[in-house]
Every structure is written in C-alpha cells, then in structure tokens.
C-alpha cells in the first residue's frame, strides 16, 4: 500500500506501492507492507555510506530489473524467486547472515544486463541463431558493469559469473570449478531451476523432480555438485513453499 502523502502523483503512488508489494513478497508473502520512505531502504544506511552507495539507487536498479523481466509475462517475478532460492542455497550451506543478505542484493539485480538485449530475443520463442545467442550472452558482464557503483566487488563478481559453469565452458569469462565465486555458483544453480521449473517462450515449465533430474545430469559439468547438493536437501521445503 501507499498514500499520497508519499506520493506526488498517481505514477509515483503506482510505483511506491509496487515496491511495498515486492517487500512483502520478500518478506514470506501473505502479509501487507505500506510504503514509507524508511521502509522501502533495502540497504542498512551505515553500510551503504561505507560503500559510497544510496538505498535509492539501489532501490531504481532493482526496478529496473524488475521492468527488464516485466516486458514478458513469463519472467515475471524471476528476480525474486531466484534470489529466495539462492539465499536458501546459502544458508543451507551455512553462510553468515551478512553474506546471504548480499547475495540477495546481488540476486534481485543478476539479469539487470537484459535490458541491453534486444526484447524480440529476449521473448523468442523459437531456437535462437549464433548471433542471436551472443547479444543474449552479453548480459552478465553487462549488468555487471552497470552494478559497479552500486554493489560492492564481490557482489559485482557474483552477477558477471553467474553463467560460468563448473567446467570452464561458460561465460563471460571461462572460469572453471573454484576459480567461480561460490556465490556465483549458487546463483547459477537458482537461475537454472527457476527458469526450467516456471514457462518459457521456448518451452513449458518441467517438474522440479524432473529439473532435479536435468540438473544432476549436468552436475559437475555445468554445476558445482556441492551446490547441487545443497538444492537436493532443501528442494522438499521449496516444493512446499513455491507450489
């Protein structure tokens, strides 16, 4: 919710109430959460004075990318969902709070790069040609570079090499097993399960045994198979979450 007492015009009252709602969805759903200029600070302030950084615009990039995904139905609310899953990677594997409240900043913002992407490629539904798939591969190290003043370095890290693979046959830059961040690597995993387990232009939505399955195929290939571990003890408490 919002009013217009934070809220100069009918646009702006859409917006703030917008980011209430994605609060309370990050917050466990089910609940209301009204829009306040406290509220809606993603970012412990002394933390972000630290970094040089502003809630602010850390709150206009997750919209952003909020907006990116938004442009096609079947990607909605992918940023979220991908962050949630991603932080339960992370506390499963015993992270600190700090750590796994970073990876979701970072989480919210991993696709911020598709907006770079022509929306014709984005949404196709077909096969996608060489030079198509190419413009799609230049949006992690994109959106990595317009984080850069945002997130710190290892967030930043985390959002370029989310596409790398655990056999070095990734991209941007070809990284193989540790040489990944671990948080990249988590994030990696989130990103594949939502994208098999919800639909897509290309394709309906699979089973999340089914995308178990996919995934375990291609653990220690694609994926860190520590972290496709991880996924396999928490996916019944997802299951129950998400469906």
């Known amino acids: 919710m919002c009013d217009l007492a934070h809220a100069g015009d009918s646009i702006t009252l859409y917006e703030h109430a917008d980011q209430a709602l994605y609060r309370a969805k990050r917050h466990g759903r089910n609940q209301t959460f009204r829009y306040t200029t406290h509220a809606a600070e993603h970012l412990d302030p002394a933390r972000a004075r630290r970094r040089g950084e502003t809630p602010a615009r850390t ?13 096609h139905p079947d990607f909605a609310d ?6 949630e899953l991603a932080c339960r990677l992370a506390t499963e594997a015993s992270w600190p709070k700090d750590a796994v409240a970073a990876l979701h900043e970072a989480a919210l913002l991993h696709d911020l790069g598709t907006i770079a992407v022509p929306d014709a490629i984005v949404g196709k539904a ?9 413009q799609v591969q230049t949006h992690a190290a994109a959106g990595a570079e317009m984080l850069k003043s945002t997130l710190s370095d290892q967030q930043v890290a985390w959002v370029r090499r989310h596409h790398e693979r655990w056999d070095g046959n ?19 995993l989130a990103d594949a399960f939502d994208a098999m387990t919800h639909q897509r232009p290309y394709r309906e939505a699979l ?3 089914l995308a178990l399955l996919e995934i375990h195929a291609h653990s220690d290939t694609q994926f860190d198979p520590r972290a496709v571990e991880l996924l396999e003890r928490i996916l019944p408490r997802t299951a129950r979450i998400d469906h």
């Open 59 to 71: 709150r206009s990039l997750a919209e952003i990318a909020h907006a990116a995904d938004a442009k």
């Open 78 to 83: 992918h940023p979220v969902r991908v962050a």
């Open 126 to 134: 077909g096969e996608l040609t060489p030079g198509e798939r190419a």
């Open 170 to 188: 990734g991209y941007p830059d070809g990284l193989a097993g540790p040489a990944v961040p671990d948080g990249a690597r988590l994030l990696a």
């Open 207 to 209: 089973t999340h045994e």
